[in-house]
């Protein structure tokens, strides 16, 4: 926006409304009936959708010391409303409002706030004069939430999770554009029945794929194939869409969880301590998810201790810690022996959303297997 104020009136006036709405300049208005075009005749204040953004914390709601601070902050200190109002320009692409639910880092979510999260998106969800709803979250498990509420939610409306690597207060801070591009998704017609999203960097992911990959970058989210679409000049451009069910298509409703079963992550090294499987079992897990190294590779000395906790009931789920690719069943452990579960490509801590959410309808090892082929 500094640009901006510093050039002649009308060429001001131009860029300001391109970039705030991506409509007034017919060069780049999407044509009728393309994904984001409104139908012929309508006004811009009838295309305004209405959003709630809902507070979660996180980087986004970060402060620094100073502007130099972009990686030693503190998170969840700035409330949603203020977070909205350093944004002004998203109240020209929507009627939005705030609703601050937890004043958190990421890193503290749990099965009850997470569960708390999606029960009330839902009951926004189902308010007619809610159109989409925008979260703001902290980054370390923003893919955990997304896929949890991708696979929970019972609405086609849009549902859009956005933070930030870098607190409002620093140089290059990528919070306000982000939230900006978040309100155009979750306003989007084209967004509907797409899942839940998650939008960072100008990039549109399925809460399904994306993962953190750096501690840092701004550009830290990735998904192995690739996002769905872009945010470019104030226009949410599609490209693919998600493969697996999701939302309305589900087993899965919030509405019905009341609580999560207990599922533990172990993580294989080198000298790996078996002692960690009992110490999961006697903690009261429900299932184990093991993070073995290369194609869900299972040392010979860590095979007794998992077979051990299957005979106790607690289900064994054989994941990499690679970061992409396929976990082949029966290919490095005869699964089908030991009654052992593959992940198939979802990676260590997302299998722990989808098997806490495949332990409420069943506890039969084929069964579950068939839901992570499906998910």
Not at 136 to 149: K, N, Q, S
Not at 302 to 316: D, F, R, T
Request: aromatic content about 6%; proline content about 5%.
């Amino acid at each position: 926006m500094q640009r901006t104020a510093t050039l002649k009136p009308i060429a001001a006036l131009l860029l300001s409304a391109t970039l705030l709405t991506g409509t007034a300049c017919a060069q780049l208005a999407p044509a009728p009936g393309t994904p984001g075009a409104a139908p012929a005749g309508t006004t811009a204040e009838a295309r305004k959708a209405n959003i709630v953004i809902i507070g979660t914390g996180g980087t986004i709601a970060g402060a620094g010391a100073s502007a130099t601070n972009t990686a030693a902050y503190q998170s969840a200190v700035v409330p949603v409303d203020k977070i909205i109002a350093s944004v002004p320009e998203v109240s020209k692409v929507a009627n939005v409002k705030g609703e601050q639910i937890f004043q958190i880092g990421s890193e503290s979510f749990n099965n009850e706030r997470l569960l708390k999260l999606g029960k009330r998106v839902s009951e926004l969800l189902k308010q007619p004069d809610v159109d989409g709803i925008v979260i703001t979250h902290g980054t370390d498990t923003i893919e955990e939430t997304a896929y949890f509420l991708n696979l929970t939610l019972k609405s086609d409306k849009p549902v859009v999770v956005v933070g930030s690597m870098r607190p409002g207060t620093a140089l290059g801070a990528d919070g306000a554009l982000n939230l900006y591009d978040a309100v155009l998704v979750a306003s989007s017609p084209a967004s509907r029945g797409k899942g839940t999203l998650v939008v960072l960097n100008d990039e549109v992911h399925t809460g399904r794929d994306v993962t953190k990959s750096n501690t840092f970058k701004t550009e830290t989210f990735r998904s192995p194939f690739g996002p769905l679409g872009y945010v470019v000049e104030g226009r949410t451009l599609y490209y693919r869409t998600l493969a697996r069910p999701h939302t309305v298509q589900t087993e899965f409703d919030i509405d019905k969880i009341d609580r999560l079963p207990e599922v533990a992550v172990l993580y294989a090294y080198g000298n790996v301590n078996p002692a960690m499987v009992d110490a999961a079992v006697k903690s009261g897990a429900k299932a184990i998810v093991y993070a073995a190294t290369g194609n869900g590779s299972v040392g010979d000395y860590m095979v007794e201790p998992l077979k051990a906790a299957q005979a106790k009931g607690v289900q064994v789920v054989r994941a990499s810690r690679t970061g992409s690719g396929i976990v082949v069943r029966n290919a490095e452990q005869p699964d089908d022996k030991y009654n052992w579960i593959v992940t198939d490509d979802q990676l260590p801590q997302k299998a722990r959303i989808l098997m806490a959410l495949a332990l409420t309808k069943t506890n039969d090892p084929k069964q579950l297997q068939q839901i992570f082929w499906k998910y």
